[in-house]
């Protein structure tokens, strides 16, 4: 009997590793020429990697430009980008508004040292339709993207929409190829940031409250250089539902290495903005559409090149009677200079 149970034991763990694997590339019908589609191959390993218990889909170490239209990761599955790789947005015909989506993934994460390029100046440009977010992940679970490069989107670059645990690490995200750029969109919760450069043309990282029924909570920013030509954070300005436990702390905020559509010095040139790079805000905190942001602390800032270094503001542009408020915000230890 002891025999019998013993060979079920092993037999059992045999199928549960045959099960769970990773996807190498290399052995797939990807090309990283930089000219053929590899949509449907990327896809396909997605799904095989989901469907037999997870792991990584493994881009091949040599590298290589690989180019693709909308890819859906799946419950499990790490994209592991080898440093030489850049997985790119195929513009041409490009159909969803999103590059990399998930909807309702447990488990899922990018890595590996690779780059996540947009293709934003091969979209339309300015504040049109027919762009793509870089990353749109909704109501996602366990979500990691660390030590990657993130560049050129041609809309918002990383969406979290209604997001439980997510953590974001040693990422460096550039993006001033088109308009609406926006660094990290938060709408989600238990997210932590940390050790990582952003630069981009809009918002770099913005937390957002787009409906009543999800509060926005739990949320760490730490140790970050962080550049735009808007708001370097900003709290809003979608606040309907609301912010709350959320803390910033350790970071440099300082003028982008380029800004290609604003130009701040001859639109507020009777204000006295004279640098044709800088940033609108540091630390933007806005409660507008009726919901709120209580319990913040903001500590250990160096500012420069920032037009207003911190903006409060409490208004009501909601149609219903619901009033806004913020109450517990904390700030300290701040350098800013313009």
């Not at 800088?278 to 806005?286: C, D, M």
Request: proline share 2%; glycine share 8%; charged share 20%.
């Amino acid at each position: 009997m002891f025999k019998r149970a013993s060979f079920a034991l092993i037999a059992a763990l045999s199928a549960f590793s045959l099960q769970a694997k990773n996807v190498n590339l290399e052995f797939c019908n990807v090309i990283g020429d930089g000219k053929t589609d590899n949509t449907k191959a990327l896809q396909a390993a997605i799904d095989e990697c989901s469907s037999t218990g997870g792991g990584e889909v493994i881009f091949p170490k040599d590298g290589g430009v690989f180019l693709s239209k909308t890819l859906y990761l799946k419950d499990n599955v790490t994209l592991n980008l080898s440093p030489n790789t850049v997985l790119k947005a195929n513009a041409k015909n490009f159909g969803k508004g999103r590059f990399i989506s998930a909807k309702g993934a447990t488990n899922i994460g990018i890595k590996g040292g690779g780059t996540v390029d947009g293709s934003g100046a091969d979209f339309p440009i300015g504040e049109v339709g027919g762009r793509a977010h870089m990353f749109i992940l909704t109501d996602c679970k366990d979500v990691r993207i660390e030590n990657i490069k993130i560049t050129a989107s041609s809309c918002w670059n990383l969406f979290l929409q209604r997001c439980d645990t997510v953590f974001i690490n040693n990422i460096h995200l550039t993006s001033h190829a088109n308009w609406n750029n926006d660094g990290i969109d938060i709408e989600a919760k238990n997210v932590v940031i940390s050790n990582s450069i952003i630069d981009c043309d809009d918002d770099a990282i913005c937390p957002k409250s787009h409906s009543r029924d999800f509060i926005v909570e739990n949320i760490t920013i730490t140790n970050c250089i962080i550049s735009s030509n808007c708001n370097f954070i900003k709290f809003g300005t979608a606040n309907h539902g609301g912010f709350r436990n959320v803390a910033i702390s350790n970071c440099v905020l300082k003028k982008c290495t380029q800004s290609n559509f604003r130009k701040w010095d001859t639109h507020f040139k009777n204000s006295g903005v004279s640098a044709p790079i800088t940033g609108i805000g540091g630390i933007a905190i806005e409660a507008v559409d009726g919901g709120f942001a209580e319990r913040i602390t903001v500590s250990n800032l160096a500012m420069t090149d920032v037009q207003t270094p911190v903006y409060i503001r409490v208004g009501h542009r909601n149609k219903d009677e619901q009033k806004s408020y913020i109450k517990d915000v904390i700030i300290s230890n701040i350098t800013a200079t313009s």
